[in-house]
Protein backbone atom coordinates (compact mmCIF):
# COMPACT_ATOMS: atom_id res chain seq x y z
CA UNK A 1 0.00 0.00 0.00
CA UNK A 2 0.77 3.49 -1.01
CA UNK A 3 2.46 5.81 1.88
CA UNK A 4 -0.09 8.46 2.49
CA UNK A 5 0.87 11.47 3.86
CA UNK A 6 -1.40 10.86 7.22
CA UNK A 7 0.70 7.83 7.88
CA UNK A 8 3.87 10.79 7.83
CA UNK A 9 2.31 12.75 10.92
CA UNK A 10 4.13 11.82 14.17
CA UNK A 11 2.38 10.14 16.89
CA UNK A 12 1.13 13.20 18.61
CA UNK A 13 -0.66 14.52 15.42
CA UNK A 14 -1.57 11.24 14.52
CA UNK A 15 -5.38 10.15 16.61
CA UNK A 16 -7.41 11.95 14.09
CA UNK A 17 -10.88 10.92 14.13
CA UNK A 18 -11.20 11.49 10.71
CA UNK A 19 -7.43 10.27 9.38
CA UNK A 20 -5.41 9.65 12.05
CA UNK A 21 -3.71 6.45 11.99
CA UNK A 22 -3.49 5.31 15.77
CA UNK A 23 -7.27 6.37 16.28
CA UNK A 24 -8.79 2.99 16.66
CA UNK A 25 -12.03 4.11 15.94
CA UNK A 26 -12.09 6.70 13.60
CA UNK A 27 -12.31 6.81 9.44
CA UNK A 28 -8.58 6.32 8.67
CA UNK A 29 -8.86 8.78 5.78
CA UNK A 30 -5.99 8.07 3.45
CA UNK A 31 -4.39 10.44 0.83
CA UNK A 32 -1.88 10.15 -1.91
CA UNK A 33 -0.09 12.14 -4.67
CA UNK A 34 -1.89 11.50 -8.15
CA UNK A 35 0.28 14.19 -10.42
CA UNK A 36 -0.54 17.20 -9.12
CA UNK A 37 -3.97 16.09 -7.45
CA UNK A 38 -4.07 14.27 -4.91
CA UNK A 39 -6.77 11.49 -4.34
CA UNK A 40 -8.20 9.63 -1.51
CA UNK A 41 -10.44 6.53 -1.51
CA UNK A 42 -13.08 6.12 0.84
CA UNK A 43 -15.68 3.30 1.67
CA UNK A 44 -18.02 4.24 4.64
CA UNK A 45 -19.89 1.38 6.30
CA UNK A 46 -23.22 0.70 6.44
CA UNK A 47 -24.55 2.54 9.53
CA UNK A 48 -23.08 5.93 7.92
CA UNK A 49 -26.13 6.90 6.03
CA UNK A 50 -28.24 9.93 5.76
CA UNK A 51 -31.74 8.02 4.47
CA UNK A 52 -31.23 4.64 3.55
CA UNK A 53 -28.77 3.74 0.56
CA UNK A 54 -27.15 7.33 0.40
CA UNK A 55 -24.30 8.40 2.55
CA UNK A 56 -24.23 10.62 5.55
CA UNK A 57 -23.01 14.47 4.89
CA UNK A 58 -21.10 14.90 7.70
CA UNK A 59 -19.55 12.15 6.60
CA UNK A 60 -18.93 13.54 3.23
CA UNK A 61 -17.84 16.48 5.35
CA UNK A 62 -15.67 14.68 7.20
CA UNK A 63 -13.84 13.33 3.77
CA UNK A 64 -13.20 16.75 2.53
CA UNK A 65 -12.03 17.94 5.61
CA UNK A 66 -8.90 15.18 6.33
CA UNK A 67 -8.02 15.00 2.74
CA UNK A 68 -8.01 18.63 2.58
CA UNK A 69 -5.65 18.99 5.64
CA UNK A 70 -3.61 16.48 3.98
CA UNK A 71 -3.37 17.65 0.79
CA UNK A 72 -2.22 21.26 2.44
CA UNK A 73 0.56 19.11 4.58
CA UNK A 74 1.82 17.77 1.54
CA UNK A 75 2.04 20.63 -0.43
CA UNK A 76 3.23 22.74 1.99
CA UNK A 77 6.38 19.52 2.35
CA UNK A 78 6.53 19.72 -1.85
CA UNK A 79 6.67 24.22 -1.30
CA UNK A 80 9.40 23.81 1.03
CA UNK A 81 11.35 20.79 -0.62
CA UNK A 82 11.24 19.05 2.47
CA UNK A 83 10.75 15.13 2.86
CA UNK A 84 6.97 14.73 4.40
CA UNK A 85 6.96 13.94 7.79
CA UNK A 86 10.70 15.59 8.37
CA UNK A 87 10.74 17.80 11.36
CA UNK A 88 9.54 20.10 12.39
CA UNK A 89 5.85 18.62 11.17
CA UNK A 90 4.43 20.81 8.93
CA UNK A 91 0.30 19.93 10.13
CA UNK A 92 -2.76 21.87 9.23
CA UNK A 93 -6.12 22.61 11.09
CA UNK A 94 -9.00 23.67 9.24
CA UNK A 95 -9.78 27.48 8.87
CA UNK A 96 -12.98 27.15 7.36
CA UNK A 97 -15.07 23.99 5.45
CA UNK A 98 -17.54 24.68 2.65
CA UNK A 99 -19.22 21.21 1.25
CA UNK A 100 -21.94 21.58 -1.31
CA UNK A 101 -24.27 18.30 -2.30
CA UNK A 102 -24.90 17.97 -5.60
CA UNK A 103 -26.66 15.11 -5.64
CA UNK A 104 -26.87 11.98 -3.13
CA UNK A 105 -23.81 9.72 -2.75
CA UNK A 106 -24.70 6.10 -2.64
CA UNK A 107 -23.60 4.15 0.07
CA UNK A 108 -22.03 0.85 -0.46
CA UNK A 109 -19.60 1.80 -2.91
CA UNK A 110 -16.02 3.04 -2.81
CA UNK A 111 -15.84 7.00 -3.10
CA UNK A 112 -12.99 8.80 -4.89
CA UNK A 113 -12.14 11.94 -3.51
CA UNK A 114 -9.78 14.19 -5.78
CA UNK A 115 -8.14 17.48 -4.60
CA UNK A 116 -6.10 20.46 -5.83
CA UNK A 117 -4.26 22.99 -4.09
CA UNK A 118 -5.60 26.53 -5.13
CA UNK A 119 -3.89 28.83 -3.16
CA UNK A 120 -0.71 28.82 -0.79
CA UNK A 121 0.77 31.38 0.96
CA UNK A 122 2.73 31.83 4.27
CA UNK A 123 0.65 29.27 6.77
CA UNK A 124 -2.72 28.96 4.86
CA UNK A 125 -3.23 26.68 2.25
CA UNK A 126 -6.84 26.27 -0.09
CA UNK A 127 -7.95 22.99 -1.22
CA UNK A 128 -11.10 22.31 -3.58
CA UNK A 129 -11.81 18.70 -3.57
CA UNK A 130 -14.69 16.40 -5.56
CA UNK A 131 -16.04 13.16 -4.22
CA UNK A 132 -17.19 10.61 -6.82
CA UNK A 133 -19.14 8.06 -7.06
CA UNK A 134 -19.31 5.04 -9.71
CA UNK A 135 -17.39 8.06 -11.67
CA UNK A 136 -20.26 10.64 -10.64
CA UNK A 137 -19.26 13.55 -8.77
CA UNK A 138 -21.67 13.87 -6.22
CA UNK A 139 -20.00 16.62 -3.46
CA UNK A 140 -17.64 19.42 -3.78
CA UNK A 141 -15.81 21.10 -1.04
CA UNK A 142 -13.55 23.96 -0.39
CA UNK A 143 -10.87 23.97 2.94
CA UNK A 144 -9.25 26.92 4.42
CA UNK A 145 -6.14 25.09 5.86
CA UNK A 146 -3.56 26.91 8.52
CA UNK A 147 -0.64 25.52 9.91
CA UNK A 148 -0.90 24.71 13.44
CA UNK A 149 -0.31 27.49 14.98
CA UNK A 150 2.32 27.09 18.03
CA UNK A 151 -0.21 28.49 20.88
CA UNK A 152 -2.98 25.92 19.24
CA UNK A 153 -5.56 25.37 22.59
CA UNK A 154 -4.67 27.93 24.05
CA UNK A 155 -7.92 30.25 25.45
CA UNK B 1 -37.27 14.68 28.24
CA UNK B 2 -38.12 17.32 25.72
CA UNK B 3 -39.15 16.22 22.29
CA UNK B 4 -36.65 16.99 19.81
CA UNK B 5 -37.84 17.43 16.03
CA UNK B 6 -36.01 14.36 15.64
CA UNK B 7 -38.36 12.31 17.43
CA UNK B 8 -41.03 13.46 15.13
CA UNK B 9 -39.45 11.77 12.07
CA UNK B 10 -41.33 8.98 10.27
CA UNK B 11 -39.56 5.97 11.09
CA UNK B 12 -38.48 5.60 7.05
CA UNK B 13 -36.60 9.04 7.43
CA UNK B 14 -35.31 8.12 11.29
CA UNK B 15 -31.84 6.20 10.31
CA UNK B 16 -29.55 9.47 9.98
CA UNK B 17 -26.10 8.87 11.55
CA UNK B 18 -26.10 12.15 12.86
CA UNK B 19 -28.98 12.47 13.85
CA UNK B 20 -31.69 9.35 13.75
CA UNK B 21 -33.37 8.24 16.64
CA UNK B 22 -33.41 4.59 15.35
CA UNK B 23 -29.19 4.29 14.56
CA UNK B 24 -27.97 2.85 16.83
CA UNK B 25 -24.15 3.94 16.18
CA UNK B 26 -25.49 7.45 15.38
CA UNK B 27 -24.57 10.72 17.13
CA UNK B 28 -28.50 10.99 18.06
CA UNK B 29 -28.20 14.77 18.02
CA UNK B 30 -31.79 16.17 19.23
CA UNK B 31 -32.95 19.57 18.26
CA UNK B 32 -35.27 21.40 20.32
CA UNK B 33 -37.23 24.75 20.25
CA UNK B 34 -36.18 27.78 22.70
CA UNK B 35 -38.51 30.38 21.61
CA UNK B 36 -37.74 31.93 17.82
CA UNK B 37 -34.08 29.54 18.23
CA UNK B 38 -33.39 25.95 18.60
CA UNK B 39 -30.72 24.31 20.46
CA UNK B 40 -29.17 21.17 20.78
CA UNK B 41 -26.74 19.76 23.35
CA UNK B 42 -24.55 16.72 22.84
CA UNK B 43 -21.38 15.82 24.04
CA UNK B 44 -18.79 14.26 21.52
CA UNK B 45 -17.23 10.63 22.29
CA UNK B 46 -13.56 10.35 23.78
CA UNK B 47 -12.54 9.10 20.80
CA UNK B 48 -13.97 12.63 18.50
CA UNK B 49 -10.75 14.23 18.82
CA UNK B 50 -8.92 16.48 16.10
CA UNK B 51 -5.96 16.62 18.32
CA UNK B 52 -5.79 15.31 21.60
CA UNK B 53 -7.66 17.30 24.06
CA UNK B 54 -9.84 19.25 20.86
CA UNK B 55 -12.83 17.96 19.11
CA UNK B 56 -12.58 17.25 15.69
CA UNK B 57 -13.68 19.06 12.91
CA UNK B 58 -16.00 16.78 10.90
CA UNK B 59 -18.25 15.78 14.59
CA UNK B 60 -18.44 19.57 14.82
CA UNK B 61 -19.92 19.98 11.36
CA UNK B 62 -22.36 16.91 12.12
CA UNK B 63 -23.22 18.61 14.23
CA UNK B 64 -23.98 21.74 12.63
CA UNK B 65 -25.69 19.92 9.73
CA UNK B 66 -27.97 17.75 11.52
CA UNK B 67 -29.36 20.98 13.74
CA UNK B 68 -29.84 23.10 10.95
CA UNK B 69 -31.61 20.16 8.96
CA UNK B 70 -33.88 19.67 12.08
CA UNK B 71 -34.13 23.37 12.48
CA UNK B 72 -35.35 23.46 8.96
CA UNK B 73 -38.14 21.32 9.55
CA UNK B 74 -39.22 22.46 12.61
CA UNK B 75 -39.53 26.16 10.89
CA UNK B 76 -41.33 24.39 8.16
CA UNK B 77 -43.87 23.00 10.35
CA UNK B 78 -44.15 25.91 11.90
CA UNK B 79 -44.49 28.28 8.97
CA UNK B 80 -47.46 25.87 7.41
CA UNK B 81 -48.76 25.99 11.03
CA UNK B 82 -48.84 21.75 11.14
CA UNK B 83 -48.44 19.61 14.41
CA UNK B 84 -44.41 18.51 13.76
CA UNK B 85 -44.33 15.42 12.34
CA UNK B 86 -47.60 15.41 10.62
CA UNK B 87 -48.30 14.11 7.43
CA UNK B 88 -47.00 14.50 4.86
CA UNK B 89 -43.44 14.44 6.24
CA UNK B 90 -41.16 17.93 5.73
CA UNK B 91 -38.07 16.66 6.25
CA UNK B 92 -34.47 18.17 4.79
CA UNK B 93 -31.84 17.54 3.16
CA UNK B 94 -28.60 19.66 3.09
CA UNK B 95 -27.47 21.27 -0.26
CA UNK B 96 -24.58 23.28 1.23
CA UNK B 97 -22.81 23.37 4.63
CA UNK B 98 -20.14 26.27 5.82
CA UNK B 99 -18.35 26.09 8.68
CA UNK B 100 -16.25 28.47 10.61
CA UNK B 101 -13.88 27.08 13.37
CA UNK B 102 -13.03 30.20 15.17
CA UNK B 103 -11.12 28.34 17.91
CA UNK B 104 -10.32 24.88 18.37
CA UNK B 105 -12.84 23.28 21.19
CA UNK B 106 -12.38 21.65 23.99
CA UNK B 107 -13.26 18.18 24.03
CA UNK B 108 -14.85 16.34 27.47
CA UNK B 109 -17.80 18.79 27.81
CA UNK B 110 -20.92 19.07 26.80
CA UNK B 111 -21.18 21.28 23.80
CA UNK B 112 -24.53 23.72 22.66
CA UNK B 113 -25.21 24.49 19.83
CA UNK B 114 -27.76 27.64 18.75
CA UNK B 115 -29.99 28.04 15.81
CA UNK B 116 -31.93 30.34 13.64
CA UNK B 117 -33.64 30.87 10.42
CA UNK B 118 -32.25 33.52 8.54
CA UNK B 119 -34.65 32.52 5.46
CA UNK B 120 -37.44 30.38 4.49
CA UNK B 121 -38.83 30.47 1.21
CA UNK B 122 -40.49 27.17 -1.05
CA UNK B 123 -38.75 24.27 -0.49
CA UNK B 124 -35.39 25.74 0.69
CA UNK B 125 -34.23 27.24 4.39
CA UNK B 126 -31.37 28.67 5.42
CA UNK B 127 -29.74 28.33 8.85
CA UNK B 128 -27.16 29.80 10.90
CA UNK B 129 -25.55 28.25 14.15
CA UNK B 130 -23.15 28.47 16.83
CA UNK B 131 -21.60 25.68 18.72
CA UNK B 132 -20.39 26.83 22.27
CA UNK B 133 -17.96 24.94 25.14
CA UNK B 134 -18.15 26.75 28.34
CA UNK B 135 -20.09 29.43 26.64
CA UNK B 136 -17.27 30.25 24.48
CA UNK B 137 -18.26 30.20 20.79
CA UNK B 138 -15.88 28.43 18.99
CA UNK B 139 -18.07 27.20 15.42
CA UNK B 140 -20.55 29.04 13.36
CA UNK B 141 -22.37 27.43 10.77
CA UNK B 142 -24.79 28.05 7.66
CA UNK B 143 -26.27 25.39 6.32
CA UNK B 144 -28.90 25.98 3.10
CA UNK B 145 -31.54 23.16 3.38
CA UNK B 146 -33.95 21.94 0.89
CA UNK B 147 -37.19 19.84 1.21
CA UNK B 148 -36.51 15.98 0.42
CA UNK B 149 -37.34 16.13 -3.55
CA UNK B 150 -39.87 13.57 -4.75
CA UNK B 151 -37.60 12.19 -6.71
CA UNK B 152 -34.73 11.72 -4.11
CA UNK B 153 -32.04 9.24 -5.07
CA UNK B 154 -33.27 8.92 -8.82
CA UNK B 155 -29.68 9.46 -10.52
Known amino acids: MTRAIQD ?7 WCYGCGRLNERGHHIRTV ?14 WHIAVPGFVYGGVLASLVDCHSTGTAAAAAYRAARRAPGSEPALRFVTASLQVNYLKPTPLGVPLTIRARVTE ?36
Open 120 to 155: IKDRKVVVESTVYAEGIATVTGKVVAVQIPDNFGQR
Open 33 to 46: WDGDETVAIFTPEP
Open 8 to 14: TYPESLA
